[in-house]
């Protein structure tokens, strides 16, 4: 289940080739016997070629090109939301405030979350691959992302590696392809897990802590600071693409920890690692150059919560294509959905959106990743330019069918 290199994204106004963005996700690590727990494991020889699975696609910073646009503001459904009966960061309550402790260190903060983070080896037929979750419930709920579990068929199998080495069978629950998110569970009972945060409270230069399984090697802690928010990211994998309105964080982030979480120095979720950004490096190595992507926790809780439930989630619309040719600033309407929030609203083709609750749009990816991370139900205000005036509209999100 590797994820094939993409070729290099595109260019930026100046000519030069920008930042990329690939998903952090292992290579094979050695398979071990299914079905006995617990079970040692052993890691011998991960490391070789480890990094060659690794997809390399656009840091969307400035602009993307194709359809993109089309496919996450239009009523139209997020690729491959897959329901199974289908990875990252969907959960229960968080962790009373009152009662989180206040760790002295990485250190301490590393100890307590270690027993609840898990390395996933995922095969599928003759593909394989390792990646990284956590355990959300002691029932056995892990979150991880869509592109480490969310493409295993009928016959794939999902093994998943405790802090302690022991092993358990993970069974897919269901996945969404569109926020990079899966969730995988575990017949066991009792387990340790995350507290869940806000990452509404995060601020640029917060402490961050990654944990997970870079390169098979299990029960890695890096640490770092949130280095921005709001980063808007697109990344592609297993046919499908991403939008994520990402914490940014310097914290070491490589292939493998794709679906761990991201802590704050309270031992709090922030954040589900996701993706990194690379120099671009066709068939070469990739890994960590201190710019990794996280999916904020308050729209990874409200994926995972409706998988839980149902099996899949909903994305949010506000119902009209975009003309992802129009260099911007602002993003332009070119088609709008009849009976969509949209067409209610009064939006028109033609019609520049510039801003969304009052945030500057400078082109259409910023302005589906902001839509995303929203649900359906929610209300945006839009400013819009049409014939030369700028005005504001209200507009009722709806789930894309």
Same mark, same amino acid.
């Given at each position: 289940m590797s994820v094939p290199t993409m070729p290099p994204g595109p260019a930026t106004q100046s000519g030069n080739q920008g930042p990329y963005v690939g998903y952090p996700y292992g290579p094979p690590s050695t398979p071990a016997p299914m079905g006995s727990e617990p079970k040692k494991?052993?890691?011998?020889?991960?490391?070789?070629?480890?990094?060659?699975?690794?997809?390399?696609? =656009?840091?969307?910073?400035?602009?993307? $090109?194709?359809?993109? =646009?089309?496919?996450?503001?239009? &009523?139209?459904?997020?690729?491959?939301?897959?329901?199974?009966?289908?990875?990252?960061?969907?959960?229960?309550?968080a962790a009373a405030g009152p009662s989180t402790p206040v760790l002295t260190g990485i250190a301490d903060l590393a100890a307590q979350a270690q027993p609840a983070v898990v390395q996933l080896n995922v095969g599928d037929g003759s593909q394989g691959g390792t990646g990284s979750g956590f355990v959300i419930s002691e029932d056995g709920y892990i979150v991880t992302n869509h592109h480490v579990a969310g493409g295993v068929g009928e016959?794939?199998?999902?093994?998943?590696?405790?802090?302690?080495?022991?092993?358990? *069978?993970? *069974?897919?629950?269901?996945?969404?392809?569109?926020?990079?998110?899966?969730?995988?569970?575990?017949?066991?009972?009792?387990?340790?897990?995350?507290?869940?945060?806000?990452?509404?409270?995060?601020?640029?230069?917060?402490?961050?802590?990654?944990?997970?399984?870079?390169?098979?090697?299990?029960? *890695?802690?890096?640490?770092?600071?949130?280095?921005?928010?709001?980063?808007?990211?697109?990344?592609?994998?297993?046919?499908?693409?991403?939008?994520? &309105?990402?914490?940014?964080?310097?914290?070491?982030?490589?292939?493998? &920890?794709?679906?761990?979480?991201?802590?704050? $120095?309270?031992?709090?979720?922030?954040?589900?690692?996701?993706?990194?950004? *690379?120099?671009?490096?066709? $068939?070469?190595?990739?890994?960590?150059?201190g710019l990794g992507f996280a999916i904020p926790i308050d729209t990874a809780q409200r994926i995972v919560d409706e998988i839980i439930s149902t099996g899949s989630s909903s994305t949010p619309v506000i119902g009209v294509s975009l003309d992802t040719s129009f260099p911007g600033p602002g993003a332009r309407v070119s088609e709008v959905t009849p009976g969509s929030g949209a067409d209610e609203a009064g939006l028109l083709d033609g019609d520049v959106i510039t801003a969304i609750d009052g945030d500057v749009i400078a082109e259409s990816t910023e302005l589906i990743v902001s839509i995303r991370s929203n649900a359906p139900g929610d209300s945006v205000e839009l400013t819009i330019l049409r014939d030369g005036r700028t005005q504001d509209v209200t507009v009722t999100l709806t789930a894309a069918e």
């Open positions: 494991k052993s890691y011998a020889g991960l490391i070789t070629g480890a990094i060659a699975g690794v997809a390399v696609v =656009g840091l969307v910073a400035g602009g993307i $090109g194709g359809a993109v =646009g089309y496919l996450a503001a239009s &009523n139209a459904a997020s690729p491959e939301a897959a329901a199974v009966s289908t990875p990252v960061v969907a959960e229960p309550e016959n794939g199998t999902v093994e998943v590696v405790f802090s302690d080495e022991s092993i358990a *069978t993970g *069974t897919l629950v269901g996945s969404d392809a569109g926020y990079d998110l899966a969730v995988v569970k575990v017949n066991r009972d009792g387990l340790p897990s995350l507290p869940l945060g806000t990452s509404s409270d995060v601020r640029v230069g917060d402490v961050a802590v990654a944990l997970g399984s870079p390169l098979g090697l299990q029960g *890695t802690v890096t640490s770092g600071i949130v280095s921005a928010l709001e980063r808007p990211v697109t990344a592609g994998g297993q046919g499908s693409t991403s939008f994520i &309105n990402a914490i940014q964080t310097d914290a070491a982030i490589n292939p493998g &920890n794709s679906g761990g979480p991201l802590l704050n $120095g309270s031992g709090e979720v922030i954040g589900v690692n996701t993706a990194i950004a *690379t120099l671009g490096a066709v $068939g070469g190595a990739a890994g960590s150059i």
